[in-house]
């Protein structure tokens, strides 16, 4: 990119440069501008999702590819419940208390959990790059978004439990994580297979809380999965994960 930085090159359509005016602020397009001049972002195309915490954009990079740009709101109403998921975690070990401290760190946490599910051959979107509260990964969908699995199940339920049961042993066993925020609405159904999304508040197992994390988890996938007409308990999902140990 030559000359002087304009947010109207990567975001072109007027509408999306409002929306993204009005959210984020002079830093945020800083950090846009150094992921675009490392060629991870070329144009952002449109708004996949407008959350609470986050923005999440259909993007593409300088080599036409395309990738899914989430960027954090800094005032966000969930700082505070952030800290938890930040604080007893040993890699993030200097959190300072300003909201913009906090979610770089969120970004830099999201962006590390995701490489080391990636490691561990976790189905999650692939990490590319981060910059301040910027996140750059893999696109899951083809010209649309992959819908969430909450919108559009798997029709084979048990092909979707033995693969998730698989994916949370290698989270557990080789990436030594959890997930923390694991339900049908951070899962994606891409050509009915399953990518978990949205890995932000994952912590390390030796995180104070991450027992309750990994059980509240279960709890959700096995409700998801009764809810289907597969009827599951947390306990037996448990046992089916132990059982991976040492073959994942
Ligand atoms: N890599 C991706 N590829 C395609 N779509 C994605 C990707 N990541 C996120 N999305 C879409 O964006 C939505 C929000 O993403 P995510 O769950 O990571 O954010 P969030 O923290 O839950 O946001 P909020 O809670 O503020 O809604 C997802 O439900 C999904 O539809
Ligand atoms: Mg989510």
Redesign the pocket.
Known sequence: MEGPFRIEDIIKEEKLRNIFNQVFDHRAVEAIHKLANDGFIDCLEHI??T????H?YRAVDKAGNAR?V?IYKIETSYFKNMRAYIEGDLRFKHIGHDKQDIIYQWTRKEYKNLEKFTEAEVRV?MPYAFNLNVLV?????NKE??P?LKEAPIDDLDFLYSNLVEQLAKMIYKAKLVHADLSE??I?NFHNEPVI??C?QAVLLSHPNAKEFFERDLQNLANYFTKQGLEKTPEEMKADIKALKGKV
């Not at 959350?51 to 986050?54: D, I, V, Y």
């Not at 990964?137 to 969908?141: A, K, L, P, R, T």
């Open positions: 996949i999702s959350g609470k915490e986050a999440v899914a989430k979107p990964m893999e696109f899951i969908g978004a992959a969430l609405y951070n994606l999304i949205d932000g």
